[in-house]
């Protein structure tokens, strides 16, 4: 069973289009993050989430826009797409936040902006 | 504020030898050091996590050792092999902000690892 899923995988869309993936979580943990992987493959934190509850917002533009529904999934919708946005994006999952417990990733989503 | 660095950039060596991968970070308050393998077009997969009160982890063929007062951790590979080769990154969590933990991870830039057979 995968502990980390995204949907879509791939996405490929013009820009100022609006689009979103989606992540789920079946590992039970309370803490869910995205992170940004650029085209130097730098891994830099987007939002974290703690039991549904925003955490970080690391100077990302408003047009992203990350949704928890419940513990297990983190959503993040993108507004206006622009070419910068093409980059790869990790969700993760961790148990227990000030603890700093061992984060587990997603098989990541590579989104093209044409 | 936490940076993470990781020395080589790249690094290409015979299958069989045995490796060392270093990291250094700047804030030594961590609550822990990860080390992950992330292959081409791949997403990340979790190697070893050290508790800051722990000196080292081995797993299988894989031992990280963590000196929190020097800001360094060191992965050493034994007997590598081909399907080693891969991108290896280290992260320690972002540490405390606005009197709570941030849990995020921050990552160095990896270490591109080529074993040929």
């Known amino acids: 069973d995968t502990a980390v899923s995204q949907t879509p995988k791939y996405l490929v869309t013009q820009m100022g289009n609006d689009k979103s993936i989606k992540c789920e979580q079946n590992?039970?943990?309370?803490?869910m993050y995205w992170y940004k992987q650029d085209s130097k493959k730098f891994l830099k934190i987007m939002f974290s989430y703690n039991n549904k509850e925003l955490i970080i917002n690391e100077t990302v533009p408003n047009r992203f826009s990350p949704k928890s529904p419940d513990k297990a999934h983190l959503n993040l919708h993108i507004n206006s797409l622009e070419l910068g946005d093409s980059a790869v994006y990790f969700c993760?999952?961790?148990?227990?936040?000030?603890?700093?417990?061992?984060?587990?990733f997603g098989p990541g989503t590579r989104l093209t902006v044409l | 504020k936490q940076e993470v660095t990781q020395i080589p950039a790249a690094l290409s060596v015979p299958e069989g030898e045995n490796l060392v991968l270093n990291c250094s970070f700047t804030d030594s308050a961590i609550y822990n050091l990860q080390w992950f393998r992330q292959d081409p077009g791949k997403g990340l997969t979790s190697l070893l996590l050290i508790q800051s009160s722990q000196r080292e982890q081995t797993s299988g063929r894989l031992n990280a050792s963590l000196d929190k007062s020097s800001g360094r951790s060191t992965l050493y590979i034994a007997a590598s092999q081909p399907g080693d080769s891969a991108t290896y990154l280290c992260a320690v969590p972002g540490g405390m902000n606005y009197g709570g933990s941030q849990g995020n991870l921050i990552f160095g830039k990896g270490t591109k690892l080529s074993v040929k057979p």
């Open positions: 590992l039970g943990h309370d803490t």
């Open positions: 993760a999952s961790s148990q227990g936040l000030a603890e700093g417990g061992e984060q587990f």
